[in-house]
């Protein structure tokens, strides 16, 4: 217990439907905490011919992609400094929060303010989470930062977060939090 | 569709039945972007008699409380230096990482690291976020720091995002992001 | 076979549920024509915290008044010249087809219009019908006149037809048709 | 909500499948007047070899043609005075009432009835309408007549009702109205 | 795996829902070896308002009593000799087939076959076994014979199995086998 | 009613879903006494790509053979003394009850017992009987047997019973009740 039964259009990859079990699964567990074993989630598909809803037939709409994978894409695009595409992946009306930098709303902002704090800066990821919330999709991205500062020495190591909001396949908002300026702080300190 | 029904030991309150409803819907919704309005979810509870797992009857697990409760209060008794409370909903191994200090074990290690760098801080939240990974429960809390610097002078609005994760019902690890260090750069500047 | 599971939230009186549980097993030996033992209809109603379309609860729409029941006091309203009562369960826009006499729109113009034709009209009933058809349910009355003509000598045995069409709980259009003329064209030979 | 799910054994057209679903939906909306997108049906087919009623297996009872087809054809057939292919649709003790002509028994009785009231006739089609109740399919058409009376002149626009009853797929019943004696008498007002 | 669900009639006890899930489980694990942790048996109760067949609500009937039960008040009788509580309980055609004594087919018959066998015999039970077989119950006990020769002295620990057919709640065959004669016999063998 | 519903990993064969379909029938029928007719098995299979338990997918463990024809090949073995193949359908720790020969372990035991009994042996069955308890697969064989006595006489209609315990595909117990030596004692009375 709990025996989770999903009816589902035909139409979706075994992928797509071993996602969807995989999330009814986490949220049976996030409420009932279930012997892991005992939590049972069966997918069963319908035909199209076989479902109507309000007497008509349906069209299963496509599965979303993974987000994570969406993110992914995302950052690297913006590693390559593939404006363009990193660009099409955005919403209308999308934001981003930096540390110091609050409601950035354009790339090339982003880069015109990155420019004095870097030369480059490169993410090893640690970690990608997605949930759902309501129509959102939060996406979170853990890791470590490196590069080279302005005056071109190194760094790495230096921890980060990205929170992303995605709606309807868009990234709507994007908020970043990192170590770099007590990293900063803290060579400033040895320098000293 | 989707249509997804679930079938729960009775015992379960209105409200933990509510909160798996819409952990069910969220979960759909993170696979199929179906119309809102076309996910139903259905909970049937089952009387325990009426249900045999093994030819054995069952008792239901007393369902988890809200993770982000559970977190709400283990950040109040922090701020209220509740140190026994705090540390009674910790598992062991519990470990925390802060901007430049990995590895904190205890609370009062946490504490002693902490002196230096501020009077007091508090926190106002913006956001709590929780969401199971396999056995794990992540937390997300993200709100705005506030407090006084050690010379007494005040700060405020200084973004955070604390992760938890929690395992049978106590936390086993957090991690913390914060502008404080940004913060503190922009003040010696200013200063200067 | 068939098999029927009807989940339905829970609200329903008895009667309704049984009207429901009839009109899906008729539903189904509409198609199939199988030994009526075999026939299974099950409701399950389910509490209204137990369902989430959309991750909102819903809270269940009246049933239905029986529609037979309700054209039933429409004609007995209009028997007895309550004309606001029978006013009162027509739709706007609502339109009657009597022999002879297409496109009455008021229940004046069809008094007006029966005034000359008979002192008086009474419906024996054989038999009420009702079904649905996507939005409107179709409801048919049949069974024999009997009245006055004009000029008082009495009629009885007059076969008629009525067809209801009604949308939301209102009667948005009447069909008519009877031997009337038939049983004055006979008379007629009869005198002559 | 209603969430109707149909277990049917597997075998039956796509066309047989939806005819069901939509008989299914409208059977829900008579007692239910939910949103219709919010009437969901779903048909489960189950293999032969996965079904047993009473320890055997069953093999599914072919479908009912649509009734409506096959009244139209015994219509057609009448119209084409196909007697013998008419006659083969009618159930034993089959009886028809039409204006002035209750109980007719053979087609032939009919056929002289009518002989002295028209030419021919012919009917131009508005609507057909099937419904079960209990062991009998009910089918209503619609539409209005026309042909030539006796002395050649042409009519039209003459409406009818025609009211079948089916059982085991034979026509054991026909009632029939219309306004012809209301047309007569019109014609023959207008004459004098 | 499996999950199986019984859909049943409201009415029936506790007791009398678990000893159907019980049957259930074993009835799965007799076909499919899965870990008997795996095999979930829920059980719905419909109330009787919610369930139709063939249009007609059904009055549940009343469940068998535990036919182990049965057979031990049917035996428990026959050692009393409470010949009218033992009758009450066998169909028509009843018969019982015992070592070199088949057919027989009235309890005195039994009385005057075992007279000379025995002074008296009772049954010390090991176990009582109950499974269904289409139209037919078949119960087996087990268990050891104790009493006394017809020349007093005494005898025990004699292995005897007896299988019971139950029909509609009546005995309709019983058929024993002991190890009667062949401890007479080892008993003469001793004595030679 | 009561309407079953198995859910089952997919890849058992028809044979099997059948074998479990009846076994499910018979133990509804143990306890509830519906109309056979009345009483439905729909098995539905799961494919494994929709199925997970504990968030994992799982392999349907393959059914057990028919417990009834393990026995019967197991009998076969013997009475052809193939007591290789005999052995391997044995479990660690089996043992054997025959009349006045209980606990005997192994197979040599066994025909060392019956040498000076019978010359030979076999069995004519009448009926083969499998139910599960539990973890235990029961299994009864009826019906008579025949062979020679030492003196090399024939014997034939001796009623038999044998009862088994079956575990994880091997039997663990076998107990034997006959009318042998009744037969004897007959014999020796007829002789004297």
């Keep these: ?27 049976a567990c996030l409420v009932i905490p279930a012997n ?11 035909p199209k011919a076989n479902y109507m ?3 008509k037939t349906r069209t299963p709409a496509p ?19 593939n404006i363009g595409t990193a660009r099409s ?24 303010w990155a420019k004095p704090r870097y030369r480059f800066v490169k993410k090893a ?26 005056d071109g020495t190194a760094f790495e190591n230096i921890r980060f977060i ?3 909001e995605m709606s309807d396949g868009k990234i709507t908002r994007q908020d970043v939090w990192n170590d770099m300026a007590e990293t900063k702080a803290n060579l400033a300190r040895a320098h000293n």
């Design 53 to 55: 809803r309000g007497g």
């Design 1 to 27: 217990m709990p025996v989770i039964e999903a009816h589902l259009l035909e139409g979706y990859s075994e992928d797509e439907r071993q996602r969807l079990a995989r999330a009814l699964t986490d949220a």
């Design 125 to 150: 990821y640690d970690n990608f989470e997605a949930f759902q919330q309501g129509q959102a999709t939060i996406i979170y991205a853990t890791g470590t930062l490196y590069g080279e500062w302005p």
């Design 36 to 46: 892991p074993d005992a939590v049972t989630v069966m997918i069963r598909e319908v």
């Design 89 to 112: 992946m955005l919403a209308e009306g999308f934001v981003m929060n930096f540390p110091a930098a609050p409601g950035l709303r354009t790339l090339e902002e982003l880069i015109a």
């Design 63 to 81: 599965a979303r992609s993974d987000p994570c994978d969406q993110i992914r894409a995302y950052l690297a695009a913006m590693e390559a400094r």
């Design 162 to 164: 990205d929170r992303f």
